[in-house]
């Protein structure tokens, strides 16, 4: 674990050697090295190939679940596509050099907030190799270095990516250190970057829940958390009976697996004979499991009784939680309780009722009559995503490049001194 | 600890049990609150001033240093000014409800960015008992619960600070546990309270660099890191000598004890002669000790070697470290090398030096002729301060309301979903 650690400091710190020589580049420079990328990445598409086809066989060989075989698989245009994501962060404006505000004080101090790069970002990600290419991308737009740690699976592919981006780098004139990475993807390289201390300005954790729990329990540097979403529907009394059933469908089934799904409906029990029956119906007919309250159990036969555990679980799956409730506070309290403070939709159409959802939740992203599953920086318009924060400090909810800053003031006098 | 901890636990939820009444309050009676803190603070000044005779008793009698019991003391008008503060941050504009930004989404999604509070908040503090009252006007104003945890010292005063904000909180109709007190000065009680993941939207510490570094090894909870400042002023070949003599004088002297004093001086080689000696005679006549390196200590006989550690000490104190560098890219060099990214100035009257300085350092707040002393609340023009975050998540650099809050994102749909 020494050896480790000691060769984890070391990669962080040459990556910050290369921070002032970023920092120097131009808005246009750092879009022609996104477009080096590019290139780099169709010169060596055939090397990245070959390393990916390795990851691929031992993937099969260790029996991977087929989804996660899926996510490796770089083959089919895969690598085409995430070339043509690079050409559009590089296009998208840059974030740096913005005058977030500015004001001169009554004893003539000119004071700007300016927007500037983060520094040096940590990723540490599973198996999705697309991970490597997609962060550093939008990591050296928005000028910061990047220290990358992928799964185990991808090791060979995250490889020949990283050479790839290096390649891009050198060819710009820029240090190959500004993206490093983390060659060891073992539980204990996470724990040695987490301890990262005064190198690394932010991790950032792109995973399962057991993923993010470390970050949170061993970190000693600043984390953005994302990613885990136990989404609520709730269907107001009031609800438009159709558009409820179609919010409802597509928050549950149209992608189960991502965490802005939603895996508990709550309905108020006006509705219970007149649109639950149905909508459990639609559900069932696309292969949804219920799992329901004792009233949802008594009304729609092919429902399985829910457990405690199941208002707090994040199924990813095409299961759903059903709970009759008596009112919107209900609802409110339910929410409260179980829910992840990631997406939160009512469908409804009394005045009040959307306005105390809006008010009251505590959410990234609350809705009135529309999906959960728009929280996405794609879907609000970014033009690219980073992840989806649920904590409340720096970003919360879909963050784009401008998450991937922070800011200064600059501060011009005439030799003010203070009194 | 387990009892503790349990205990601090149970505050903790019954703060939060409080947070749904105070969301429902309007702008107007949040303000009416503050305005029945000053009314309690002035009715309970008889009981205030008794327990903080007691904590100046028991802080005599066990040999406290003069500036520690000096802070202690709320005799002499400081009440009176402390409630004074309450009445200003009443005044101040409320940052709830703010449309941070907006748009429509092709497909008719009208997403908006409103300005929320953060939720429960966790102060750690020291012997300050003004804390207890700042701390906990700032936050009920922006809407926020507060966990209080003060030092040792203040401990009876704190009692009876509490005890007014809660009659407070109770007169207005609200519940007293939105202003909570873990009545425990221990070293244990700090860490109980940096691992209530889910409890506390955020820790705020504010004091020395002990309790700071604690803080960042321990939390679970996302942090503010406040404080620490190891900062430069350098003073470029083309300076203004008279300018540069009153700027560092300034940053040195004029309040040594706090983050934003100046504690190391670079001097460009060009102004060994000129303009250093003199400016080390001022700076000797007001009090202060010089620690030189070699070409400083041969041209100044008062000043004392520097040792290697001084460049990277807060000396809080009348004491400068003195370096002379060969050029503007020497000391960006040592600023990257030993500064604690808080507050960077230089003195000069060219413009190249003065851009590149602005672009170059990496700290909350950069300086062209001006002290670094103005890197705070109330220079800054904020009306109140609840510390100067040295951070890059969240905020940066003095912190006002605005910094208490968080952002949700709301969005109005007509039954859109994703395809």
Redesign the interface.
């Known amino acids: 674990m020494t050896a480790l650690l000691d060769r984890v400091q070391q990669l962080a710190t040459e990556a910050r050697t290369g921070l002032?020589a970023l920092?120097?580049t131009s808005s246009a420079e750092r879009d022609r090295l996104l477009r080096g990328i590019v290139h780099q990445l169709k010169i060596h598409a055939d090397e990245i190939w070959s390393a990916n086809l390795k990851d691929l066989a031992r993937a099969e060989a260790e029996g991977l679940a087929k989804p996660l075989i899926d996510r490796l698989n770089l083959g089919a245009g895969r690598l085409r596509a995430l070339a043509e994501g690079v050409e559009q962060v590089a296009a998208l404006p840059d974030p740096l050099g913005q005058i977030v505000t500015g004001?001169t004080?009554p004893n003539g101090?000119a004071?700007e907030q300016v927007r500037v790069p983060?520094?040096l970002v940590g990723f540490i990600y599973e198996a999705r190799p697309n991970v490597t290419i997609e962060a550093a991308s939008l990591c050296l737009k928005s000028g910061n270095g990047i220290l990358l740690r992928g799964g185990s699976a991808a090791l060979e592919t995250n490889r020949g990516l990283v050479r790839a981006l290096q390649g891009a780098l050198v060819g710009q004139g820029l240090p190959a250190s500004l993206v490093s990475f983390v060659d060891d993807p073992s539980r204990d390289s996470v724990e040695a970057m987490l301890g990262l201390?005064g190198l690394l300005?932010?991790v950032i954790p792109r995973g399962g829940e057991g993923l993010i729990r470390t970050v949170?329990?061993k970190a000693?540097v600043?984390v953005?958390e994302t990613g885990v979403g136990n989404c609520h529907v709730y269907v107001d009394a009031s609800a438009?009976p159709d558009?409820a059933t179609?919010?409802v469908?597509?928050?549950k089934t149209?992608r189960p697996s991502v965490c802005n799904a939603a895996e508990t409906l709550l309905v108020h029990r006006d509705l219970l004979e007149t649109w639950l029956p149905g909508a459990l119906e639609a559900l069932d007919l696309k292969g949804c499991e219920i799992r329901g309250d004792a009233e949802t159990c008594r009304l729609f036969s092919r429902a399985v009784p829910a457990s405690e555990a199941d208002w707090d679980t994040e199924f990813l799956d095409l299961v759903l939680a059903v709970k009759v409730v008596d009112s919107l506070d209900d609802a409110l309290d339910h929410i409260?309780l179980h829910g992840s403070r990631h997406s939160e939709a009512i469908v409804t159409r009394d005045l009040e009722s959307?306005e105390r959802f809006?008010?009251?939740v505590?959410?990234?992203?609350?809705?009135?009559?529309?999906?959960t599953?728009?929280?996405d920086g794609g879907?609000?318009?970014f033009g690219a995503e980073v992840g989806i924060s649920t904590?409340?400090?720096?970003a919360?909810?879909?963050m784009g490049l401008k998450e991937l800053t922070?800011?200064?003031?600059?501060?011009?006098?005439?030799?003010?001194?203070?009194g």
């Open positions: 002032p920092a120097r004001w004080r101090l004071i983060l520094g201390t300005d932010v949170v329990e000693r600043p953005i438009d558009m179609a919010i469908l597509n928050a149209q409260r959307s809006l008010h009251e505590d959410a990234a992203v609350v809705y009135v009559n529309a999906s599953r728009f929280t879907e609000f318009g904590q409340k400090l720096h919360r909810g879909p922070t800011t200064q003031y600059r501060v011009r006098g005439k030799g003010q001194v203070r």
